[in-house]
């Protein structure tokens, strides 16, 4: 996360000064960058070999995930710089209306709905197509950094997402305060959006399967 704040207002600020087919132009350039600079494949490889094992790696995994690192950053930049509306974007993300069909009918039983989504899968342009249907809601924790923060605050309010926002770490009653803005956002039959994928300390969250070893996930997505 350290160096995701460090880079997006950068990012955000290039994005907003470039023209988006000169933007998404980077793509395949960067794309070049990182497979013959090499030092960032080869760690990514041995990850990849210790969290699948060996008889379960395929040297086309790391390509694909450096593909994915691209458009990450080339998507975010435009998300969170133009704002994520750009019609041009159609031709690169497709939402899937039958998915927000199913969420429109989840609220018809008006108790509100919980949508569980990892980072790094364009979520940021995924939360600009949903909240155009729906109003959607997101639990999120506010940065210390004042330039991630502001970049992030003006993406909430170009695409018109309500936030929520988690209580401190240290804060003695954060659970319960947690729990209880979950709840309230649910009693107002909108859609609240979590993003449950971040490691924790071993015995500070709760116990998961992934990838045939246990680790730790915030109790958020498990209420």
């Known amino acids: 996360m350290a160096t995701r704040s460090r880079l997006l207002p950068r990012l955000a600020r290039l994005a907003e000064r470039t023209p988006l087919p000169c933007w998404l132009a980077l793509r395949p350039l960067l794309r070049m960058a990182l497979t013959l600079q090499g030092g960032i494949g080869r760690s990514v490889s041995a990850a990849m070999r210790a969290g699948l094992g060996e008889e379960s790696y395929h040297r086309d995994y790391t390509r694909l995930f450096l593909d994915h690192m691209v458009d990450v950053a080339v998507f975010s930049g435009i998300a969170y710089g133009q704002g994520g509306a750009d019609e041009a974007l159609r031709r690169y993300w497709h939402p899937d209306e039958t998915a927000l069909d199913v969420i429109e009918q989840a609220r018809e039983a008006g108790k509100g709905v919980v949508m569980v989504s990892p980072h790094m899968m364009g979520h940021e342009l995924g939360a600009a197509a949903i909240t155009r249907r729906v109003p959607l809601v997101a639990l999120i924790r506010k940065s210390p950094d004042p330039q991630y923060e502001a970049v992030k ?23 319960l305060a947690e729990i209880t803005s979950a709840l309230r956002v649910l009693r107002h039959n909108k859609v609240l959006a979590i993003t449950p994928d971040l490691l924790q300390k071993p015995g500070t969250g709760v116990p998961v399967r992934l990838f045939g070893r246990t680790c730790d996930l915030p109790a958020g997505a498990f209420f």
Do not use: F, K
Not at 153 to 175: F, K, M, N
């Open 153 to 175: 605050q003006r993406w909430y309010s170009a695409i018109g997402l309500e936030v929520v926002h988690r209580p401190p770490r240290d804060s003695p009653t954060g659970g």
